[in-house]
Each structure stands twice: as C-alpha cells, then as structure tokens.
DNA sequence: TTAGTTCGGGTTTTT
DNA sequence: CCCGAACTAA
C-alpha cells in the first residue's frame, strides 16, 4: 500500500467536508496546546525517517530489577506497589508528564497498566479523568476488573476504557449533530463498506474486474486512515500515479462517491470512527478542550499497532496535559497491514521531548530456551529497537519442531501430542493453544481434535456475527435506529420475500441517485414518483411501515423485548423456524442465541452498569465493535484454536504454531517487500512468545489449498532461530529421504535455498516430475505446487468432467501454465493447470 | 419475481 | 473447496 506518508498538503484537506483551504492552514498553526498539530511535525514524522533511527534510540538499562526482591501482596483492599520490580514500579508510579513504556513479551505490561491506574485513582484522580484505549473491549474488561480488585472496588466502571473503535464511537454518538449525522448513525463492517464499493463500482460502469471491491477498499481504508480527504486524495500526484498505474485512476471518484453514500446513509466505516473524531477535535475546538479537560490521565496501550489516525487523536487529547503514556513493543507490531505504524513509538520522543522511558525487559511468562528462541529469530529484522529481554525462569524444553506428511497428518500429531501431554503432565485442555497464520487452517485442526474427543474452542474464525442469518437480524435492527441505512435496507428489503424484486430496487437505485438521496427518503417521500406498478408501491409502503413501527420503539423500549419483537414481526424468526434442515436449525438457534446476548447486555452491559436503561441502539454500537477476542465464556476447559493476530495479549503454557511453511508463514503476499517480511517474523514472534512452558512447531510437506494438495516446505522462520534452542526431527536437515522417496525423492529440501531469497518463488526444479508408480493424489499435488505439472503437448490426458483430451499447447510459466486440451466431448478448452485436475494417461 | 443452479474467483491477518 | 454473484427456468 503506497499510501503510507502524509504531507501538510494532505492533511490539510483532511475534511471532506472543509470550506475552505486557506483557513484550515491558519487553524493548524495554532497552538499545540490548543490541540492544533503543527505542520512541520507532520512532516518530520511522516517523512523517511533516517533508518538509523530504528537502531540507536535507546541504550540498554541494566537489569536492575534482578535485585529487587519479589513479594506477594495478600493484601487486596491497599494497592501495593512492592509487588512490581524496579521497572515495572517506576512505570506505574510516573504520572505525571509523557511516558513511554517498550514492554517486551511476557513482561508484566498490563500489570504495570492496571496498577498505574490504580495508582492514580488512589492517588485521588478522578476515574473519569481516565482515558484508557486498549486493542480490545476484552482486554479492557478484564482490566477494568482487575483495578477493581486492587482498589478494593472503586468506581472503576467510570473510566473511559475501550477500543479506539469503541470510545470515539461514543462519543461520536454524542457530538454527531456538529458533524451533521443523527446520533444513531450506522456502523458498517467491512462487509459492508465492500458491498457499498461493489454497487457504487457497479453504478459507474467500471469494470469490477480492475475495480475489485477489496481492492479499492483497502486503498480507500488507508487513504482515511493516513486522514486524506477525497479531495486531498485528488490533489496528490504521487497517490493518483499509483492508482493510474495499477490501471485504476478513476479510484478517487469511487472513494469520493463511496464517503457520499456513507453519508446520505448515517453511516460511518470502521475508519470513519477514527476520521471524523479528527474531523470533529480539529474543526470544534471547544470540543476539543472539553475532551482534553475532560481527559487529563491517557493511557494507550499497544502503541505499535496504532494508525496515524489514531496517533493524532491521542496526541491532540494529550496536548494540554501531556498526561499521556504509552505503552508497546515494536516487536510485537503485527497491523501494519492495515495502516497500524512502528514509527509512532520511535517519534514519540519527538513529539515529547522531555519524556519518561521505562523499558521493561524481564520476562515473566516463558522458560528461558523459548525466550531466546524468540530473540534470536527477531534478531533477525533490521528494523527494531534494542533491547534486551531475558528471564530468570527454568531453563525448559528445547523446542519441539515436527513434520507431517499432509496438513491433515499434522492436525493428527498435535491432537495426538496434546493428548499425550495431558496425559504426561495433567495439563487441563485450556492450557493448549494451536496457531496459525490463517484462519482456514483451523480445519484438520478441528477434525484430529474432534476424532479423539479434545474440546476445542476457535476464536474468531468466521465470526458470530458474519453469520447471514446474524447480519440479517442485525440489519432490521440498524434499519430501526437509522433507516437510511442504505446497506441495512438492501440486505432485508425482500428477506423474508415479500415480493420487492430486483427490478424494483434497481429503480429505486436509480431514482435515489437522481435524487441524491438515501433509499429509504426514496421509498417513502419520494415514492409516488418511483415508476413501479401499484403492487409494488403498496408492498413498498408495508415494508416502510413496518421500519418506522420499529424504529417509533427504539429509544423507548428496552433493548431486548424490542429486539424479539422485530425478530418476529419481520418474518425472519418464522422463515428459520420453518427451515428443519440441520443448518436450518442452528440459523434458528444462532438467531435465539443473539436474542439471549441481547437479554444479557441489556441486562448487564455497560449502560445497565451506569445505571441506563440499555436500548437497542446501544446494543448496536457495542456489537458493531465487538472484536474476535471479545467472545465471553472462555472459563470453559478447551483447547484454544485462533490465529496468531487473534492470540495477541494471551498466553499459554502449551503453544503449538502451526502450518510454518514458506509461502504460508510467511505469506507469499509479504515476500515482496523486506518490510512485509519482517512483519510476518514479529507476528511469528507474538506467536512463539505465547508460549509458557513448551512450544511446538510444525509443518507439513503438503497441504491442500483450493481443495488441491500442493507440495509445501518447511518455513525460512525455523531456519533462522538459533537451533541451539530446537529439537529437530532426525530427518529435518534433510528432508525427503527414504521416507518420502514416493514424492519423486527431490533434492529441494529448504537447506539448497540461501536463507534469505526473500522475492524468489519456492518452486521444484523441473527435474521433480513425478515417477511412473505415483497416485494420482500426488499428480495433482504437482500440478498446484507453482512447480512444473510434467504436462506436455501431446499428452493424452484425462479430465474430471471433459473425459479424455489431448494437450496441444502449454504456454505460460509456472505456477500459471495454461494449457490447451482438445476434448473430444466438449471440443477446445483453456486450462489454468494449476486449477484443472488432469490426470495424465499416457505420454 | 423467485428459486435453483452453475460459474467464477479467491486467501493473509482485523477494528 | 467454499462463497457469493450471475444466470436460467418456472
């Protein structure tokens, strides 16, 4: 993604909405102290920053806390600080003025945050003053709890802690009239923002092909997330030359189309939460000193993964106090993906010259064998800051590498090794965790577990709330609170059917447009105007009616006798009770079970806490935020499956990583560019410091993607940790011996590539074509590997549904050769090798 | 207009 | 392989 910079000019059409340039440059001159962010700042930190900076900022301490004695603290009701080490307690005790905390992993970080604040309230602060953004509602939660305990129970409850997604999302809901939304505008998940995208795209006679909905939208997402405006976006030739290379130029009209839309339609994207919370702290400024005044304690945590939208928010928060302290581990920076920025942390000096630095470098949680593991592989990235994390605990096991034949092989031997283990060592289910880098691997993962009957519990995944039948439920509910919602009113305006077809929306699309306006002002005031027939008009107004009963509820009725209600009177409940079929059935209860979720915040959700009455509209918000980690009930006893973004902040004695193969981890998609790379070895990183006592990983020589087996090898990530640290499998140093001499006995075992060809594409060298004797399942696994298929014109082949064929022709390179058969069934075809299943018959 | 079917495209990771 | 979108038959 090339839109990482930011310049002056960009910022300053920041504002979709802006009048007027020339008095928004005046407005960014003001004081610092005013909230303003200096021009020149935003280009100092924004702008190539010399690499040399990621080296030398910071000296190493001495482990000073190794001499302090460790207590334990009985006491609940006094807060006492005698239970940190040197670091942790000189983190938590410094209050006043900026502070940055570098936490490496497993080193107490949110125990330094929780008594910090503890330490303020007790102090006398206000929890109110409190501003706490953490990276899930999750974590905040179970913060919040913690400070309770320590306080013998204050008002915790007060401080304002959350995502940022969430804390400026309600407070967005309460300043929405100055940036002209209603205040219950619509929150759309991606889903939706790529939907929106499709139609808009659609509209405008582009071709979807080039215009690929999730290509645009993330193109669109960093543009707001680096705050530029469409206009802005317009106005820069270097982001308009990408777009026009990638043979898209016409980009910036979708973006500005698409932020149209969103706003004909009170809604707000994900980053819109972000963006008009800039919009709203630099264009009001007595919004803004209320906030700041409001706010005079901030923390952030996880500092690394913030975007620079999020970075100026916090720092115009933070600009008349400067009671602000950070905390993060760049090693652990693994959302660069969507927009998240190391240099945050390594401008934060710039930005605040006489700040605190506290580094906290023992590490708590893991034997000493997976700590230096650790440290040798992240030892590999350039861009980094020293450090120097270390640990007084057991020196543990070696880690344990192993190698499976298919990912299915795999999914056996963690289940197999799980099981062992608990028989070993006693170890209860929950203190398991498998990861990987994405998320369809959960899947062998889950049938080895289920075939020896190992609970498991997958968090994230294809989450709750993606589910259709959810999304449909959750649509009627937006639709209450804000009608105009244009995505909402397109997911349910013939779900359950009521006869409003196709060709009917697409004159109200029509009209709409013309019109400018929403949908929903389309099909009420402008609806005698729409040239449908009568029936349609009338089915129309039904539907209308039944939106604005809804809605008349919102605010009066409690959140979850309205909610049955809608689930009822719109059909939806009766249309799933009528499906038996076994998926039918659990739509029906995933509808009861958001019901049930919705009886439970409405009666102990954060409204009910502060003593509101929750409705519906709140439980929106909530829900709309709700992150993968944030699924409740995880007191239950099983092994824990998640990927390795989702498992960040947790912990596990028993960790395996698995699916470490190149071109999966690290994903092909990040071998381009050093910077990607090095992203994918923090994450490896994070995932490798889960681990308490014993860390696994594994890979497989073949795994099926697509449906297809393709041949895999072993990931450049094992290489590179110091193999003093690993117990390697005998056969690991040279793979493919007797054992797999079926799979054509290739000398290409991960020893014959230099460690760090980072752009080269792993294939076999022709010389694996496969030997007479193989199955068929090992001809396809050539054929998807991205090495050569051993196809070749003149080849009688077969075909799973063409029958048999001959190859005329093979063009292109692998893994992409494309080749013409001539069936005699079916005549001529082109076919993507790497797709088409041929089994070759003859040569 | 709807339901049922084929087709085609896609894989990181997530607020 | 699995999803949603487009196509097609009633």
Not at 166 to 178: D, G, T, V, Y
Not at 268 to 278: A, E, H, I, S, V
Not at 319 to 339: H, K, M, T
């Amino acid at each position: 993604m090339g839109l990482v910079r930011v310049s002056t000019a960009e910022l300053n059409g920041t504002s979709p909405d802006a009048s007027d340039q020339g008095s928004l440059n005046e407005k960014i001159k003001l004081d610092l102290r005013q909230g303003k962010f200096p021009a020149e700042q935003n280009n100092e930190s924004n702008h190539d920053p010399p690499k040399s900076h990621l080296q030398l900022s910071f000296k190493n301490q001495p482990h000073a806390s190794r001499i302090i004695a460790f207590e334990i603290v009985i006491s609940r009701a006094m807060l006492d600080l005698n239970s940190l080490n040197a670091a942790q307690r000189a983190a938590a005790e410094h209050t006043e003025g900026p502070s940055m905390v570098i936490a490496g992993a497993g080193s107490g970080k949110t125990r330094v945050l929780t008594y910090r604040i503890a330490h303020l309230i007790e102090k006398g602060v206000d929890p109110f003053q409190i501003l706490s953004l953490t990276f899930t509602n999750k974590a905040a939660k179970e913060m919040k709890a913690r400070i309770a305990v320590l306080l013998g129970n204050a008002d915790v409850r007060n401080i304002w802690m959350g995502t940022f997604h969430s804390i400026f999302a309600r407070i967005l809901r309460i300043e929405a009239s100055k940036i002209n939304y209603p205040s219950n505008f619509s929150i759309y998940d991606s889903t939706d923002s790529k939907s929106l995208i499709r139609s808009i795209v659609k509209e405008m006679n582009f071709d979807d092909k080039i215009y690929k909905p999730s290509a645009v939208a993330s193109r669109i997402s960093s543009a707001k997330n680096n705050l530029i405006s469409p206009r802005a976006y317009r106005e820069n030739p270097e982001i308009m030359g990408e777009d026009a290379m990638s043979g898209k130029p016409k980009l910036v009209d979708v973006y500005a189309m698409y932020n149209q839309r969103l706003f004909q339609s009170s809604a707000m994207d994900f980053d819109d939460l972000l963006y008009k919370t800039n919009v709203l702290l630099r264009d009001f400024p007595e919004v803004l000193v209320k906030y700041q005044h409001k706010f005079r304690y901030i923390l952030v945590d996880e500092y690394q993964d913030t975007n620079f939208s999020q970075y100026l928010i916090v720092k115009k928060l933070a600009a008349l106090n400067e009671n602000l302290c950070v905390v993060g581990d760049d090693a652990q920076s693994i959302y660069g993906f969507r927009g998240a920025n190391i240099q945050n942390i390594l401008n934060f000096k710039k930005d605040y010259p006489d700040y605190s630095l506290f580094k906290l470098e023992q590490n708590y949680r893991s034997t000493k064998n997976i700590v230096e593991a650790a440290n040798s592989i992240i030892s590999k990235n350039k861009d980094q800051i020293k450090k120097n994390v270390w640990t007084a605990n057991e020196e543990g096991n070696k880690l344990k590498v192993n190698r499976s034949l298919s990912d299915n092989d795999e999914g056996l031997f963690v289940a197999n090794d799980i099981f062992k283990e608990i028989g070993i060592s006693g170890a209860s289910n929950k203190s398991f965790a498998i990861l990987y880098r994405t998320n369809s691997q959960s899947r062998a993962m889950e049938e080895a577990l289920r075939k020896i009957n190992i609970p498991y519990r997958i968090y994230g995944g294809t989450s709750f709330y993606q589910r259709k039948e959810i999304k449909d439920l959750l649509a009627y509910f937006r639709l209450a609170a804000n009608p105009k919602d244009e995505e909402s009113l397109k997911r349910v305006i013939n779900y359950p059917a009521r006869g409003i077809g196709k060709t009917t929306l697409e004159k109200v699309t029509i009209l709409a447009s013309e019109r400018g306006v929403s949908y929903w002002e389309t099909i009420t005031t402008y609806l005698p105007q729409l040239e449908v027939n009568a029936g349609a008009k009338l089915k129309l107004q039904d539907f209308t009616t039944m939106v604005r009963s809804h809605g008349a509820q919102i605010d009066s009725a409690e959140a979850f006798t309205l909610a049955e209600d809608i689930a009822k009177s719109s059909g939806l409940l009766r249309e799933l009770y009528a499906d038996k079929s076994p998926e039918g059935l659990s739509r029906f209860e995933n509808v009861q079970e958001l019901l049930n979720g919705i009886k439970e915040f409405t009666d102990k959700g954060p409204e009910a806490e502060e003593g509101k009455k929750p409705n519906l509209s709140d439980f929106l918000i909530d829900v709309a935020l709700l992150t993968d980690a944030d699924q409740t009930d995880d007191d239950d006893n099983k092994v824990g499956l998640m990927t390795i973004h989702a498992s960040k902040g947790l912990e596990f004695p028993f960790v395996y990583i698995v699916g470490l193969e190149e071109n999966l981890f690290p994903s092909q998609l990040s071998l381009g560019e050093r910077s990607e790379l090095e992203e994918e070895r923090r994450l490896f990183y994070v995932a490798l410091t889960r681990a308490e006592k014993k860390a696994t990983l594994t890979y497989a020589i073949s795994r099926y993607r697509y449906g297809q087996l393709n041949q895999s090898e072993p990931s450049r990530f094992i290489d590179e940790i110091d193999p003093e640290y690993l117990d390697l499998p005998s056969s690991v140093r040279q793979p493919y011996q007797e054992k797999e001499s079926s799979f054509g006995g290739t000398p290409w075992g991960r020893n014959s590539r230099p460690a760090y060809q980072a752009p080269q594409r792993n294939s076999p060298p022709e010389s694996a074509a496969p030997p007479a004797n193989m199955k068929r399942v090992s001809q396809v696994a050539l054929a998807g590997s991205g090495g050569s298929t051993g196809i070749l014109p003149g080849m009688q082949v077969a075909h799973e549904k063409f029958g048999k064929g001959k190859v005329l022709n093979i063009e292109g390179e692998a893994p992409n050769e494309k080749a013409t058969v001539f069936f005699p069934s079916v005549g001529q075809k082109q076919l993507l090798l790497k797709y088409a299943k041929l089994d070759v018959l003859e040569n």
